[in-house]
């Protein structure tokens, strides 16, 4: 194996694959990237054995091969060198020349032989959606999911497509965040899948990078494809069926309260200073034009605000979890709807005028008040 190529396009594709590579693997080659110099293009992998990555570029090969190499050790190294032309070359035995104009180094490697075989997936049902929309989606729901396995089919992004909708659903079940789009051409069939919430934001930091205008998902048996330009990123699908979740969502609510979000979240964030000592519970206390904040007594102090808002309907009363509505402050911008009906129901919260997305807070108890 012998090719040349620029190091800004070598370590572009470097950091690419890097993102599924675990450092804490017992197993020494899902360590390394899988190189291999074919036709005119050079070819990466890298998986963790619950998702891989695939990527390409154009360059000259000299001599065809294949090989794994140390991923972490090859990008730091790359990354010091000058955007000049380099000579990647599998020397005698199981290493790498990696020659530069002003420098030259060997790199140990491991046989490609050894590289764990990348998946093929069947390609049962597939759609398109432009790149911001999925982006935009995944913002918007990836931080309500669960952060551990414990119910595995709360730890991924729930996508049901139907003929010109996809709706993509978050939830670690006290909180839920489903954002719905349209796609540019209907789908023959219903789909219902889970996909890890780590795989789906992944897809979107690589898309971030490479910035195509569409991304190509592609669903198998047990595994999804997302076709993204020159990558192509495959993970697995989580077994099981997502929670009926449609019929935890307020279809009509008693109070309804429009706020700026700047305000609102700079008093949230002030008043989670003392609520983190009491499960960030914050007191939601709606008047006809304002909205009171405070937080139970706790050991380093307490606090109290009030933020205007337009108010329609009763005064009411709630406890949210604080950093869970920060979350979700972070993803609407400008003027933020919330709705309730009572101290029990969960929170609606969405942009003003925003009927394609939706997130709802479960109420923390207040007898304790």
């Known amino acids: 194996m012998r090719f040349k190529c620029t190091q800004q396009n070598f370590l572009q594709a470097l950091e690419v694959v890097n ?9 020494p080659v899902l360590n390394n990237i899988l190189l291999k110099a ?17 990527c390409s570029f154009k360059t000259d090969v ?20 000058k955007d000049e032309e380099i000579e990647v070359k599998l020397e005698e035995g199981v290493a790498i020349s990696v020659v530069s104009p002003s420098s030259k180094t ?16 069947d390609k049962e049902a597939s759609f398109v959606i432009p790149t911001k929309d999925f982006m935009k989606a995944v913002s918007k729901t990836d931080f309500a999911a669960a952060s551990d396995n414990t119910r595995p089919v709360l730890a991924g992004i729930y996508m049901h497509a139907a003929k010109k909708e996809l709706k993509m659903v978050a939830t670690d079940s006290y909180r839920l965040s489903e954002k719905t789009m349209e796609l540019n051409s209907s789908i023959k069939e219903e789909l219902d899948v889970i996909i890890p919430v780590r795989a789906v934001t992944e897809v979107a930091r690589i898309a971030s990078k490479v910035e195509p205008d569409e991304i190509e998902i592609n669903i198998g048996k047990n595994q999804v494809l997302f076709s993204i330009g020159e990558v192509d990123f495959i993970s697995r699908l989580i077994e099981g069926k997502f929670p009926n979740y449609q019929q935890i969502i307020p279809s009509d609510t008693k109070t309804n309260i429009e ?6 979240a700079l008093a949230v964030k002030r008043l989670q200073l003392f609520a983190k000592e009491n499960n960030n519970k914050i007191i939601f206390n709606i008047t006809k034009d304002s909205i009171e904040l405070t937080t139970p007594v706790t050991q380093i102090g307490e606090e109290e605000c009030s933020v205007p808002a337009k108010v329609d309907g009763p005064e009411t009363i709630i406890a949210l979890n604080a950093e869970f509505v920060l979350d979700v402050l972070a993803n609407i911008p400008n003027k933020v709807h919330i709705g ?3 101290k029990v129901t969960p929170a609606v919260f969405h942009g003003k005028d925003e009927k394609d997305y939706v997130h709802i807070i479960m109420p923390l ?4 008040i």
Do not use: H, W
């Open 19 to 27: 993102r599924v590579i675990d450092t804490n693997s017992t197993l």
């Open 38 to 54: 074919e036709g005119k293009r050079v070819f990466m992998s890298a998986t963790n054995l619950e998702m891989v990555i695939n």
């Open 62 to 81: 000299k001599n065809e091969g294949s090989i794994t190499v140390p991923a972490k050790l090859l990008s730091s190294y790359i990354s010091l060198l």
């Open 106 to 121: 060997k790199i140990k490697c491991i046989s490609a032989e050894e590289f764990p075989l990348v998946p093929q997936v």
């Open 259 to 264: 706020v700026n979000n700047e305000d609102l």
């Open 340 to 342: 309730l009906i009572d």
């Open 365 to 368: 108890k207040i007898q304790d």
